[in-house]
């Protein structure tokens, strides 16, 4: 199972990248699937998720109204897309996978599948 996030790079304050994640080896329509962020210094946390239906989603307070989350189960792909950036969004974004669950949780421990991340730095 591979899970390669992309989108991130260098951006500007105000700008509106959309991060993807591409998975191999799993069928991400089958999951509840999510992003995380850790920021320099701070502990790993969850960003977003969305369940296996489509229905469930979850966004970390600071994101609301700015982050969306989407995924297109023909491509096996999860994206956030992310308007509006700050610098305290500055950070290494990762998607991730579970094994078994198919509901949204912002959880560390919920999953077990994990992309090598992309780092999102917002110039100020």
């Known amino acids: 199972v591979q899970l390669q996030a992309s989108g991130g790079g260098l951006v500007q304050t105000g700008g509106s990248p959309r991060l993807s994640c591409a998975a191999s080896?799993?069928?991400?329509?089958?999951?509840?699937i999510a992003w995380f962020r850790q920021a320099p210094g701070k502990e790993r946390e969850g960003v977003s998720c969305i369940a296996r239906s489509g229905n469930s989603v979850y966004y970390v307070e600071d994101g609301k109204g700015r982050f969306t989350i989407s995924r297109d189960n023909a491509k096996n792909t999860l994206y956030l897309q992310m308007n509006s950036l700050k610098p305290e969004d500055t950070g290494v974004y990762f998607c991730?996978?579970?094994?078994?669950?198919?509901?949204?949780?912002?959880?560390?421990?919920?999953?077990?599948?994990w992309g090598q991340g992309t780092q999102v730095t917002v110039s100020s």
């Open positions: 080896g799993l069928t991400l329509a089958y999951y509840g």
């Open positions: 991730a996978a579970p094994m078994l669950t198919i509901s949204c949780s912002n959880l560390e421990r919920d999953y077990y599948y």
